[in-house]
């Protein structure tokens, strides 16, 4: 969900900047925001933050006080990534916004591009992610410590079981109102509806929208499935969550306590994923006790998703992005399903 800058209150703002980087006796205050929820049993940022503030205080031995505000407190992603890029804010984590900042953050939505997580663990902590995030750096000033998830996108609709691309042909499917899932969608036959997502469920209700596209977690949290009563497994899309920061508070860091923050940002994006895998493990639990019916592609439809809607992403990436970066994750990708 995004929050305009004008909804970024005063008040917040002036305690992000009230207290400078560094205090008495050089320590140091990082101000970590994020706009999920706070509730650590469904939220994995409110779980990504948590560990990351206990690594860093037990890593600097007090010397980094780490202030977490998360629900949006100090403005909506776009607001807090413009926070950090302006120093005003030490750290944030942010998804989809990413592209605002740096366009070849796009090029890890490509639809069906990692089969499992696991490969993506490869891809986003190896030389491709590493170079990502040098480039981020380069082209924005921040910092990009780690890569976090959001997880994998799946369909979910109202009466018509997906299963192919044929099923979805003519379907409204509520979309993020971004170019590149409308690319998709229509290349998958769907007719994309952009809504924003607190309006999603009643859509979904009163049959404006036949289905919508999220991860497990987000489809739960939001009760879709008491007005959505298929799912298909298709994983067209995997989501990324960047940890950032700002470039003013890592200069005034000790070499020592930059480590400590590398370090501990790396903890706590691996808590995440785990965090995420186990909402979405126990996610498809709780979508049988609801009655919902959950469809597995066959890997030959799994073939038809990718073949129908990659190739016309991939185009409309290359007027975004350079295609020589396509080109490498691509390869990325393959060169870690070879070493599976």
Known sequence: MKTSSSLFSAAALAAAVACTPALAQNKFVLKLAHSDSVDMATSRKAVMSDVFAKEVKARSNGRIDVQVFGAGALGGEKDLVEGVKNGVIQAGLASGVMANFFPSAMVTDMPYLFP???????????PFGQKLSADFQAATGMHNLCFGEVGFRHFSTGKTPVHAPKDLKGLKIRVQETPLYVTEMKALGAQPTPIAFPETYTALQTGVVDGQENPLPTFIFAKFYEVQKNVTLDGHNYGIDWFVLSDRFWKSLPADLQKVVGDSAKAACAAERKANRTFTANGTKILAEKGVAVYT???????????????????FLKTKVDAKLIDSIQAAVKDAEGKK
């Open 297 to 315: 592609p066959t890997a030959a439809e799994m073939a038809e998703f990718r073949a129908a809607a990659q190739p016309p992403v991939v185009e």
């Open 116 to 126: 499992n997580d696991e490969v993506a663990d490869k891809v986003m902590d190896g």
